[in-house]
């Protein structure tokens, strides 16, 4: 079934909409709840609450792109999730490595007092994104978005995980380097 048929599932509230969105999407979301949550359990919970939210959202909202709309519903309900696992000492998945690596300001931290500075954030990652080679973009996405190992990023990169830490040690080193000439980070 196409997106837009399935779009249109949800505007007229049919419960087939959920239905055709987890056999047509449920793996990819709960191949993305596993990397941040590692417990099957937490991340089958994530996709349903993905497509909970994705229940209540559309309508009013109309994504012009499914997928990456419910990927970024999945994975902030993961992430969510994980957050509350961790204050909870039940353990996490790779979502507080991640922000220590990239060491920026997270959503209880300086930048996130003022939506300005949200976005002008969002707008120098983003610029930065497009400076880089089209590898380096995928293995940062893959590390910084999907939270995937280094060892995964190196066997679908052919390279080793010294190679691909290597790589993100220097993307991290350049993307702050970015951030503070643009005034968006403070040592």
Known sequence: MKDSEII????????????????KYGGLL??????????????EEAVEDACFKAWNSIPPNSPENLSAYLCRLCRNTAIDRAKRNTSLKRGGGEYESVLDELSLPSSEGDMADSAVDRIALTEAINRFLVSLSKENRRIFIQRY???CTSEEIAAEHFITPAAVRMKLSRMRTKLKETLITEGLYYE
């Not at 249109?8 to 049919?14: D, G, K, N, T, V």
């Open 8 to 23: 249109e599932l949800y505007f007229e509230r049919s419960e087939y909409a959920v239905e055709h969105t987890r056999s």
């Open 30 to 43: 709960r191949s993305i709840a596993r990397r941040i949550l590692r417990d099957e359990r937490d991340a």
């Open 145 to 147: 978005w999907y939270m």
